[in-house]
């Protein structure tokens, strides 16, 4: 009876803790990469932290690095590129709604070997600019433009989610616990 008690409590915790709903979601637009040449196309994922999806929401200008850029990964010509807060050296983002959204990241460039090619994608028009690979202390490899597709989402898990889940599983390995020691009592 203590123990079940314990565990009643523990979830009321848990729930008064986890609060309302604060979930983020990790929102994601297609970027196509065409440019005048084979090695010059391709695409990748730009995503972005928002607090909802973009509907009607005003993304306001801000620059990057910042909470808001998550990650860019993608592949040019067979090169890859996988750009975070921690290997952009500057750039932004701003939007209206989920109809337009524009985008600037220019991967920095320290830390990386000669001849190595690093990304910078450039504002244009709503959905659309240009971009530029070129390589450190070397000559430019490609260049041309992209388009930004609409975007999609995957919610991120809410606090009281992960409370509920790990007590649960608490719950469920207290029981087995328990009759396996009943067992062996009798």
């Known amino acids: 009876m203590k123990n079940t008690k314990l565990m009643v409590g523990a ?85 209206t709604g989920s109809s337009s959204i524009d985008v600037a990241i220019t991967e920095s460039t320290a830390g990386l070997s000669n001849n190595t090619a690093f990304l910078q994608i450039n504002n244009g028009a709503a959905n659309a600019g240009n971009f530029e690979i070129h390589e450190v202390n070397a000559s430019d490899l490609g260049s041309g433009t992209y388009t930004i597709g609409a975007p999609f989402m995957a919610p991120v898990p809410e606090p009281s989610t992960w409370a509920m889940m790990i007590l649960g599983l608490l719950a469920v390995g207290l029981i087995g616990y328990r009759r396996k020691r009943q067992l062996h009592l009798a």
């Open 11 to 95: 979830l009321l915790a848990a729930l008064i803790i986890g609060g309302p709903a604060q979930a983020s979601v990790l929102v994601s637009y297609t970027l196509t990469f065409t440019g005048s040449s084979p090695s010059d196309q391709g695409s990748g994922t730009l995503v972005l932290n928002l607090p909802s999806f973009p509907d009607n929401q005003t993304i306001n200008f801000t620059s990057l690095p910042n909470s808001i850029f998550s990650s860019f990964s993608g592949t040019i010509g067979g090169v890859n590129f996988n750009l975070t807060d921690l290997n952009i050296s500057g750039g932004g983002v701003q939007g």
